[in-house]
């Protein structure tokens, strides 16, 4: 047992009334957890805070704290937040090596989730667990979706999701990976083989552009696609990064650790502007990325960038470097709404459901990104948790 988790558990007050559930999204019963841990019932919380959110492992590690149930830690007022995050990882990491699933009976119905992002692993464990068939596609190689190609390892082993494979393939869900749904194989051609509903959960994955000259160049990326698989790029010794949101600083920071000797965030406002985290921030700034302010891009060329200051005083100038990363969002792609019927989606391009997750086709349903826009995993499984109930719901009623 490691002595410093449960030095973590014994700050917690115990509240009453905890406001650090209050703060989640997922509402993970953090008090409880706290009690069964110390008292020796790991199993039992390790199983609660799966029961809760099936991605509690995952969460553990990548979920902005500081923001939900840290940040409303009563102790915050004395500085010393219960570490909530550590303690958890500790238990469902325990839980998920110590537990093996079983495939339950089948309940006759079958379900089709496009997406394995965090969205549709979590929809995949609470229907796979209730017995309903599921098959899950992905047009990457590996499932995970921004949690296999987009956080750094160096923030998210890699290994967990291996585990949650393991796991899923347990409960009896069928994995189809490295096809593209959508124009090849449509949504008729599931209802048609049986699939009682359709869930969409295809995240965002097509970039912003700049639309500026130069964005087509060889040194010009953008941030998403590098982080899939930062090892084939070769960047040079200078890079800079526009845009300062936590994807920039994940690409930031996976350059520096690529051998990149010079990194900088260049931020059309000022520091108190910057979009990502502050603990993001702070990590690259340690890990030696820089920072430079009131600059937005003109133009690139093959040396580097032109500019112009957007802090009033209007000059104008160019930056040398050897790698441009664009990291300024990204849209969802529109592959499945252009090619099959009756699927609304709003000007950005994000499907439109109601509140239950149902789109405007009957029996589609979605969640994560691609309907709210890029936001959090721990957002995304809680939509999941709402659209599961939903789709048991209509098939119920079918
Ligand atoms: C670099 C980066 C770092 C981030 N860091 C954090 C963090 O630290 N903490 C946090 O909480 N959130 C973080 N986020 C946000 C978080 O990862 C997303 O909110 C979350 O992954 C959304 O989950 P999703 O299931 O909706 O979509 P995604 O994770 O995007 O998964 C969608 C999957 O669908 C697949 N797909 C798309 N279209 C099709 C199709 N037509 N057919 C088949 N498959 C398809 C894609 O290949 C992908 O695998 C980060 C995001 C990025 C980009």
Redesign the pocket.
Known sequence: MNKYTIDLANTCLGCKKPSCEKGCPVNTPIAEMIRLFLSGEIRTAGQMLFDNNPLSIICSL???HEKHCEGHCVLNKKKTAVSVGSIENYISDFYMHDTQFKKPEHNGHNIAI???????IALAFILASKGYGITM????DKI????R???PDF?LNKNILDKLIEKLKQLGVIIRPN????KNITIDDLFRDGFKAVFL?????SPKKLGIKGESLGHVHFA?DY?KNPSVYDLGKKVVVLGAG??AM?VARTAVRNGVKEVVIMYRKGEENIPAEKHEVDCAKIDGVKFDFYKEPLEFNDKGIFYQTTDGTDEKGFIETDSIFISIS?NP?D??VKNNKDISVDEKGLLSTDENGMTSRVGVFA????VTG???????VAFSKKVAVSIEEYIDNL
């Open positions: 990548v979920c902005p496009i997406g394995s992002g965090p969205a549709g596609y992905d047009s990457h995970g979706g921004v949690l190609q987009g956080i923030r096809i593209m749904i959508g959960s295809t995240g965002v994955w998403i982080l936590n994807v994940d990204q792609n592959i499945i969640s994560g990104d691609v890029a936001r959090t995993v721990v957002e995304a």
